[in-house]
């Protein structure tokens, strides 16, 4: 049995043949630009509304006249409590209720209608919300585009990580399957800085540049959908199964793709018999993925990532880059967060994601800890920072970076491709959904509770998130299996080969060791 929840490779799995096509390529590269609009929202989201994007108070004043009014009659330089404001997080992190509602109803679109279909009206929802944002004359205005912006982001983070890891091949899946957080990470720096260009634009309307140019992604996933192929699964599912035979020898490449096809076909019928998907999630032997789409999610919104950029723009401003340190914060730490993402693409499918796990969680926890004493030892605990050295300023910089590098390359990325991976045919529409939605829910919490939290702990706040960080890496160290080089409909031996997960995995569900082939003709099923 393997120790701490190590499983070894694929060789008693099996190893479909194909190739890392140009064509599957460009079509997973487009399809991962669907979360574009997930990043630019973030990142305009805490410009205008928080940060530099509106110096001069208007979007403020014109919407949120009473927090305006509070903001401009404090005086106080205290840098724990400067932006506690809980009408601005309500508004802000409303969206991802929206984004919740939204996956429920995406779970449902995904299976029976398609990934395609879904994509597209998660490009079309989003359009809708930034061109009602853009065009705002009163507070109802933003708050039905921000309504919309989270229905569309319900829908793409709902279908586009499941199309990448069912159209992928498996040697190559994680890979692809990283180029959606990619797509984010690109999304928060572009809007970082267009923002804080639109922000200079005289006469005080840039905003509405920032809040409308979410089109732009919207529309790069809107028609991107229309041209996409859909996923041999999908098709299969939907009795297109001579068009999914087609296809998926374009996707791999090769004409040996019968031992695939009909392990896809096999698990479509299967899934054909479970009528009530969120139901079955609450099955005994689905209890490993289903503690998987709960827990890995909620563990991703409590690394800390929020805290640690917040306070990136003091810091550079300390460094001496004056009134571009907001830029210059946004830049560094965005072209970080960007190249450590490409590192987890590169190592991926060769180092495996319980590694990247495990390295990311300890180097974030190491950072974590000598930032909190930094900025405890610098801004106490009234949060006036007084003269901070530039050396000072400096190292604490950098152990941001190491930090941010160190989520970038292992919960960033991997909190959205490992529930993606794992779960059965039967339930992958459903179980997907779930992950979003606690996503969404801890996305939510975290929002409204963070700047009344780093207003209360102070400092101490580092050291809460850092707790959290050894729980969910002491968690991936015994309970995560590897599911590197893995065929998706073939993941169940992941989990029968695990020390804890083996004891829900019985014979009856799943018979010998897993393995599931159809017999002659694909007219029957049979186990292996």
């Given amino acids: 049995?393997?120790?701490?929840?190590?499983?070894?490779?694929?060789?008693?799995?099996?190893?479909?043949?194909?190739?890392?096509?140009l064509y599957v390529t460009i079509t997973c590269m487009v399809a991962a630009m669907g979360g574009l609009i997930f990043g630019y929202d973030i990142g305009i989201s805490v410009c205008v509304f928080f940060r530099w994007g509106d110096v001069d108070g208007l979007v403020l004043k014109k919407f949120f006249p009473s927090v305006y009014e509070k903001q401009k009659a404090d005086s106080s330089t205290n840098q724990y409590c400067k932006f506690d404001s809980q009408t601005l997080t309500m508004f802000t992190s409303s969206l991802y209720l929206a984004a919740l509602a939204s996956s429920l109803v995406a779970s449902w679109v995904t299976r029976k209608l398609g990934r395609k279909l879904s994509m597209l009206f998660g490009g079309l929802l989003f359009c809708a919300g930034a061109l009602i944002n853009g065009f705002a004359q009163k507070v109802w205005m933003l708050i039905v585009g921000r309504i919309f912006l989270g229905f569309g982001i319900g829908f793409a983070n709902q279908s586009v990580p499941l199309y990448l890891s069912e159209m992928a091949p498996y040697k190559y899946r994680?890979?692809?399957?990283?180029?959606?957080?990619?797509?984010?990470?690109?999304?928060?720096?572009?809007?970082?800085?267009?923002?804080?260009?639109?922000?200079?634009?005289?006469?005080?309307?840039?905003?509405?540049l920032s809040l409308g140019g979410a089109v732009v992604p919207a529309l790069i996933i809107t028609i991107g959908s229309l041209v996409l192929p859909e996923t041999p699964n999908s098709m299969i599912e939907r009795d297109q199964r001579e068009e999914a035979r087609i296809k998926l020898k374009r996707i791999r490449g090769v004409e040996d793709i019968e031992e695939e096809f009909n392990d896809l076909v096999a698990a479509s019928e299967a899934s054909r018999k479970v009528e009530h998907p969120w139901r079955n999630l609450l099955q005994r032997k689905y209890r490993p993925q289903l503690t998987m789409a709960i827990l890995i999610p909620f563990f991703q919104q409590l690394t800390g990532i929020n805290v640690i950029m917040f306070y990136a723009p003091v810091l550079f401003k300390t460094i001496g880059f004056g009134s571009d340190a907001a830029?210059?914060?946004?830049?560094?730490?965005?072209?970080?967060?960007?190249?450590?993402?490409?590192?987890?693409?590169?190592?991926?499918?060769?180092?495996?994601?319980?590694?990247?796990?495990?390295?990311?969680?300890?180097?974030?926890?190491?950072?974590?800890?000598?930032?909190?004493?930094?900025?405890?030892?610098?801004?106490?605990?009234?949060?006036?920072?007084?003269?901070?050295?530039?050396?000072?300023?400096?190292?604490?910089?950098?152990?941001?970076?190491?930090?941010?590098?160190?989520?970038?390359?292992?919960?960033?990325?991997?909190?959205?491709?490992?529930?993606?991976?794992?779960?059965?045919?039967?339930?992958?529409?459903?179980?997907?959904?779930?992950?979003?939605?606690?996503?969404?829910?801890?996305?939510?919490?975290?929002?409204?509770?963070?700047?009344?939290?780093?207003?209360?702990?102070k400092f101490g706040l580092f050291i809460f998130f850092a707790f959290f960080v050894v729980v969910m890496t002491i968690f991936v160290y015994f309970f995560l299996p590897e599911t590197k080089n893995?065929?998706?409909?073939?993941?169940?031996?992941?989990?029968?080969?695990?020390?804890?997960?083996?004891?829900?995995?019985?014979?009856v569900d799943y018979p010998a060791n897993g393995a599931v082939e159809m017999g002659k003709g694909g007219n029957s099923t049979k186990y292996v």
């Avoid at 049995?1 to 096509?21: D, F, S």
């Avoid at 926890?365 to 930094?374: N, T």
């Fill in 327 to 457: 830029l210059m914060s946004a830049v560094i730490t965005g072209v970080v967060n960007v190249g450590s993402t490409l590192v987890s693409i590169y190592g991926v499918d060769k180092w495996g994601r319980r590694f990247l796990f495990l390295e990311g969680g300890t180097q974030m926890l190491f950072c974590q800890i000598v930032v909190a004493a930094c900025i405890g030892a610098k801004f106490g605990i009234d949060g006036e920072p007084g003269h901070l050295p530039k050396w000072y300023a400096i190292v604490v910089v950098l152990f941001i970076c190491i930090y941010v590098a160190g989520f970038a390359w292992s919960w960033g990325p991997l909190g959205w491709l490992v529930p993606s991976e794992i779960f059965p045919l039967e339930i992958r529409s459903a179980a997907q959904s779930i992950n979003v939605s606690v996503n969404m829910i801890f996305t939510f919490i975290i929002a409204q509770v963070f700047l009344v939290m780093l207003c209360h702990l």
């Fill in 1 to 21: 049995m393997p120790a701490a929840g190590i499983v070894p490779g694929p060789g008693n799995g099996k190893e479909y043949p194909g190739n890392l096509t």
């Fill in 174 to 208: 994680g890979a692809l399957n990283i180029g959606f957080q990619l797509s984010i990470t690109i999304g928060i720096l572009v809007a970082n800085v267009l923002n804080y260009f639109f922000a200079k634009i005289k006469g005080g309307w840039g905003w509405r």
């Fill in 486 to 507: 893995i065929p998706i409909e073939e993941m169940v031996i992941v989990w029968k080969q695990h020390w804890f997960w083996s004891r829900f995995m019985t014979d």
